[in-house]
């Protein structure tokens, strides 16, 4: 953000006098968040949207998370537009989740078998609750899923979340669509819109915990480029798990279910899914 460092806790704190402890948290191209605590909803982040960022697609990021209602997804607060230092920005008070990124756990390695199962377990909750209301969240991703102290998940960010009774915001004619390469199926990849569903959202769930569970993602480890990666998602199935416990054949057959290129292959729904994972999680004792 051009001047962002007009835009000061200080200022903030002014602004949002029911704001206190104002602090900055990231800054990124499209916002910037600060850490802070609100008498009434606890420990929150306060984001700051830049003047020149999607807003409309921020608003359906927004949208979708309120109508997703599960205890695996922070909730959002309250929004609005205010006129800063750096021009007219659009806002948002969320519930911060504390802990760390699946991303920065996966730094240390491979996760631990009760910790993937219950990733799934979690995971799979959340998208059930956005299956039921026809949102697809579409960037599911180390990333975008948290651990949080007491070794429960959470999704975020719901920045590319498809409203499938909205009209898309990616043009039709794009060759690609708006993907984190390694994570998205072959029809996210390719833009075909008709095509995308919750079945997408469980090809990147899959590979979630094929990475989690091994340490690293097969269809970005050693590739060029997106190019690279396009060629392997096109070029079919992961090599089959081998892993360890007692239901890790059953698991192993998830992991490859839910990977499938073509989706009619994959589970037709997250409650499949989610009932599939939840049985492995019951026979290992995972909650």
């Not at 200022?11 to 800054?27: C, K, M, T, V």
Request: proline letters at 4%; charged letters at 20%.
């Amino acid at each position: 953000m051009n001047g962002a460092s007009q835009v000061t806790s200080a200022w903030l704190a002014i602004n949002f006098p029911d704001l206190q402890g104002i602090q900055p948290l990231s800054r990124g191209g499209q916002k910037e968040v600060f850490s802070a605590k609100h008498n009434g909803n606890g420990e929150v982040v306060l984001k700051l949207m830049h003047p020149n960022s999607d807003v409309e697609r921020t608003k359906r990021e927004l949208l979708a998370v309120a109508k997703v209602r599960s205890p695996r997804v922070p909730v959002i607060f309250d929004q609005g537009s205010i006129t800063t230092p750096v021009g007219d920005c659009f806002w948002f008070r969320e519930q911060r989740v504390a802990g760390q990124s699946v991303r920065a756990r996966l730094a240390g390695g491979a996760m631990s078998t009760a910790e993937v199962l219950r990733l799934g377990l979690h995971i799979s909750e959340a998208l059930l609750a956005a299956e039921s209301v026809g949102i697809v969240h579409r960037d599911v991703k180390p990333d975008n899923i948290i651990l949080d102290p007491h070794g429960a998940f959470w999704l975020i960010d719901f920045g590319l979340a498809r409203h499938l009774g909205l009209e898309s915001l990616t043009a039709t004619a794009n060759a690609f669509g708006h993907v984190t390469w390694g994570y998205a199926p072959l029809e996210q990849c390719r833009n075909l819109k008709q095509e995308i569903d919750s079945r997408a959202d469980l090809f990147a769930l899959g590979v979630t915990l094929y990475e989690c569970a091994t340490g690293a993602n097969p269809f970005r480890v050693g590739a060029g480029n997106v190019l690279d990666i396009l060629k392997r998602v096109e070029q079919g199935q992961l090599a089959r798990l081998n892993l360890s416990f007692p239901s890790s054949s059953t698991f192993a057959d998830l992991v490859s279910a839910l990977t499938q290129k073509q989706r009619v292959h994959r589970p037709q729904s997250v409650k499949d899914a989610y009932d599939w994972i939840k049985d492995i999680c019951a026979a290992e004792g995972v909650q």
